[in-house]
T-cell receptor
Framework: DQQVKQNSPSLSVQEGRISILNCDYT??????FLWYKKYPAEGPTFLIS?????DKNEDGRFTVFLNKSAKHLSLHIVPSQPGDSAVYFC??????????FGAGTILRVKS | ETGVTQTPRHLVMGMTNKKSLKCEQH?????MYWYKQSAKKPLELMFV???????ENNSVPSRFSPECPNSSHLFLHLHTLQPEDSALYLC?????????????FGEGSRLTVL
């Protein structure tokens, strides 16, 4: 049973437009949510996170939104750049224990 | 060296071979992890070590044998693997019990079992 789901395997966006990556979860005990970015032949790197007590966290071009009632979070990238093309993993944890990952979404930003 | 380093980056082995993957972290963390990434699947947690003690074994077959001699080094010993074990094996480290759970990953070891 997948506790963290990324239902879109891939997303293609034009350079300069907004990219929206979505993630759903089932475990209401999750209290911290993270997004990781992964380039080919590299390990995942931390991008942005949000605590369950917040509904929005912004860091430059990246914003994560959390909707606890819907058990849904999303990552917005504005404006999208070709260098953002990568695999994006959503992850969640209960007080920092055992990060649970989604299957990832491949983002392609076309120039 | 900084961050988390994994060797070898690529490994091809037969089903009867014995090999090991090595991970070293230079971040002063006290927890280390092995994850498996297969194509189009979530990262699967395999093992967790906190302060050199194994605290998690996620129903991993015994043909995978982890070893953590100290909080900076982690090994994954491999023997009599199956072709379906071919995957990217990722090592990660963190500060145990830090509320965010943020992990720092190595670049991975790409394993191919023939």
């Amino acid at each position: 049973d997948q506790q963290v789901k990324q239902n879109s395997p891939s997303l293609s966006v034009q350079e300069g437009r907004i990219s929206i990556l979505n993630c759903d979860y089932t475990n209401s005990m999750f209290d911290y949510f993270l997004w990781y970015k992964k380039y080919p032949a590299e390990g995942p790197t931390f991008l942005i996170s949000i605590s369950s007590i917040k509904d929005k966290n912004e860091d430059g071009r990246f914003t994560v939104f959390l909707n606890k009632s819907a058990k849904h979070l999303s990552l917005h990238i504005v404006p999208s750049q070709p260098g953002d093309s990568a695999v994006y993993f959503c992850a969640a944890s209960v007080y920092g224990n055992k990060l649970v990952f989604g299957a990832g979404t491949i983002l392609r930003v076309k120039s | 060296e900084t961050g988390v380093t994994q060797t070898p980056r690529h490994l091809v082995m037969g089903m009867t071979n014995k090999k090991s993957l090595k991970c070293e972290q230079h971040l002063g963390h006290n927890a280390m992890y092995w994850y498996k990434q297969s194509a189009k699947k979530p990262l699967e947690l395999m093992f967790v070590y906190n302060f050199k003690e194994q605290t998690e074994n996620n129903s991993v077959p015994s043909r995978f044998s982890p070893e953590c001699p100290n909080s900076s080094h982690l090994f994954l010993h491999l023997h009599t693997l199956q072709p379906e074990d071919s995957a990217l094996y990722l090592c990660a480290s963190s500060q145990f019990r830090r509320s965010t759970g943020e992990l720092f990953f190595g670049e991975g070891s790409r394993l191919t079992v023939l």
